[in-house]
């Protein structure tokens, strides 16, 4: 009966060492299984990490933006208003032109219909101014000789 009770015993034994081993293999797994969860973990949160800092980013950039399109906005706004500024100045310069040009266009009429007199003297005056002689003065405006030695004196 010994004999069967080692038996039995050896028997308990190696059940004993199957179930450790078996228990042994099994915590083993369950430790990569936790290890490899671990390191998922990890990876979850750099990446949730990751993700508040970009969030973050464009929390900051959706503020710049704004602040970006409002400069922008006000920028335009006062371009504009200077825009209008310039062309209501260059409106007035065009009007003052206008007017002055009108104005430069009564006085020639008036000089082209004053005396044909006058018109000679004038010619005769850019005739010394050329250098012309008392004679040749004489010639072209059809003056006597006194009134054009006059113009000539005059204007030397």
Same mark, same amino acid.
């Given at each position: 009966m010994l004999s069967v009770s080692?038996?039995?015993?050896?028997?308990?034994?190696?059940?004993? %060492?199957?179930?450790l081993t078996a228990v042994i293999i099994t915590s083993r797994k369950q430790a990569q299984i936790i @290890?490899?969860?671990?390191?998922?973990? !990890? !990876?979850?949160? @750099?990446?949730?990490? @990751?993700?508040?800092a970009l969030k973050q980013q464009l929390n900051s950039s959706g503020n710049d933006f704004a602040q970006t399109e409002q400069l922008q906005q006000s920028l335009e706004q006062s371009l504009k208003h200077q825009l209008e500024q310039q062309s209501e100045r260059l409106?007035?310069?065009?009007?003052?032109?206008t007017e002055e +040009?009108?104005?430069?266009? +009564?006085?020639? @009429? +008036?000089?082209? $219909?004053?005396?044909?007199?006058?018109?000679?003297? $004038?010619?005769?005056?850019?005739?010394?101014?050329?250098?012309?002689?008392?004679? &040749?003065?004489? $010639? &072209?405006?059809? %003056?006597?000789?006194?009134?054009?030695?006059?113009?000539a004196a005059m204007r030397k």
């Open positions: 080692l038996l039995v015993a050896i028997a308990a034994l190696v059940l004993a %060492l199957l179930a @290890e490899r969860q671990q390191q998922r973990l !990890m !990876m979850l949160t @750099e990446s949730a990490s @990751e993700v508040l409106q007035q310069q065009v009007r003052q032109l +040009q009108h104005a430069l266009q +009564q006085k020639f @009429e +008036q000089l082209s $219909q004053q005396d044909p007199g006058a018109k000679l003297y $004038q010619r005769a005056a850019k005739l010394v101014a050329t250098g012309a002689s008392v004679e &040749e003065i004489m $010639q &072209e405006c059809d %003056l006597p000789r006194a009134e054009a030695e006059l113009i």
